[in-house]
């Protein structure tokens, strides 16, 4: 199937949501069209850009020339890198900024970055006078598949991550692939995890395709369009059927409970990308459902070899440090999934498999079975 794949013009996907719906631009190179679209979206508008250094590095210069080629006005606003942006203070330094850079409700910001940049940039233009309308230009596999699409828009509380926030959708999203080059490959492979967690969670052709054409993917050929569009595809079918996440919008959270448990068991930090949690989340919520007989041991274990083929870390024990810290403590994870904001009452909520393919979610997941797996897989000899 690859063979016939081509760099094409422009792949348009919508993301019906009434008088709020928006187009995501999927290719090669659309970042030089982001004045155009800009200027035929909204005439007259001023736009401020908001990114990080390192994105400002390889793609500001390009964005804003863009822009200036149609005539457009911009500001930059530079915020700094990774997760340690998006609190209080980082949200106060990026909407000053905005006020000065005379931003009003007629106006655009746009979110030149990864997933932190958009949900800083969003949430910031979430409240600015009110609320004004922002465009989304992921440069991160993660955001472009993922954060840039159905309007989650927040920052960080010292409490938890992504405790203060705002659902506002952007008017467009633009996600060029060839700005995913500049990544290096292990943030690449974190962002696949989200973009193989489709295929796992409503897909599972494109799950197999997946399994014969990742590689062309990593390499930036033709099918890394193919499974971006796929991927945003999937979101936007249910984004538009369910915005708020009062129902099927949580099995985008597939493999994202045991995750997050990991993500803040590592401090947040380099030693498990975001993504990479979610790849060993997904493969324990695989075994889990193999465990209560939802799926069978053959199925999860696909789960688990496609993920750990793609480079992705797959067990517990990949993650660097496993032996020294906390981790090796069922309890202390148990307690960590506790506090996860999807979790209601106390009750533990998973997204589980009842097929690949299929994903279910699973009210009131009896806490000691879970202890008991969390053992079991904390024990297991690689
Ligand atoms: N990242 C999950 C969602 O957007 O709902």
């Not at 709020?20 to 190179?29: F, L, V, W």
């Not at 250094?53 to 005539?71: I, Q």
């Not at 596999?141 to 159905?150: E, F, H, I, K, M």
Request: aromatic fraction near 6%.
């Amino acid at each position: 199937m690859t063979a016939t794949l081509k760099h094409s013009d422009a792949i348009t996907v919508d993301v019906a949501l009434g008088d709020r719906a928006y187009d995501i631009i999927i290719g090669r190179d659309m970042l030089a069209s982001l004045g155009a679209r800009v200027a035929a979206l909204r005439p007259g508008a001023r736009t401020a850009i908001v990114t990080d250094r390192t994105v400002a590095k390889h793609w500001l210069e390009k964005a804003e020339a863009s822009l200036a080629a149609a005539g457009i006005a911009t500001a930059r606003v530079i915020v700094d890198e990774g997760e340690g942006a998006k609190t209080y203070a980082g949200l106060e330094r990026v909407s000053e900024a905005l006020i000065a850079a005379r931003i009003e409700r007629n106006d655009l910001v746009i979110a030149l970055g990864g997933g932190v940049v958009g949900d800083l940039a969003g949430f910031a233009a979430a409240i600015l006078r009110r609320g004004v309308d922002f465009v989304q230009v992921p440069t991160s596999l993660l955001a472009q598949v993922d954060s840039s699409v159905g309007g989650k828009t927040g920052i960080n509380s010292p409490q938890g991550k992504n405790l203060l926030g705002a659902f506002h959708q952007p008017v467009l999203v633009i996600a060029d692939t060839a700005v995913l080059d500049t990544l290096s490959p292990r943030q690449f492979r974190a962002g696949y995890a989200e973009v193989a967690k489709y295929g796992v969670l409503g897909d599972e052709a494109f799950f197999t395709w997946l399994e014969k054409n990742h590689a062309d993917l990593f390499k930036g050929s033709a099918a890394r369009e193919y499974a971006v569009a796929t991927s945003c595809r999937a979101k936007a079918a249910i984004v538009s059927r369910d915005e708020r996440e009062t129902g099927e919008r949580a099995l985008l959270n597939l493999g994202h409970t045991f995750g997050h448990a990991l993500e803040a068991a590592t401090g947040f930090s380099d030693r498990l990308f975001h993504g990479e949690g979610v790849a060993i989340g997904m493969v324990l919520a695989a075994e889990l459902s193999a465990e209560l007989g939802m799926i069978s041991g053959q199925d999860a274990a696909r789960v688990q070899r496609h993920l750990a083929d793609a480079g992705l870390p797959t067990h517990l024990q990949d993650i660097a440090g496993f032996a020294q810290e906390g981790l090796t403590d069922a309890d202390a994870l148990m307690t960590l999934m506790a506090q996860d904001k999807k979790v209601k009452r106390g009750k533990l909520t998973f997204i589980l498999l009842e097929a690949l393919g299929r994903a279910v979610i699973v009210p009131d997941v009896e806490p000691a079975l879970v202890r008991d797996f969390l053992k079991e897989k904390l024990a297991r000899k690689k």
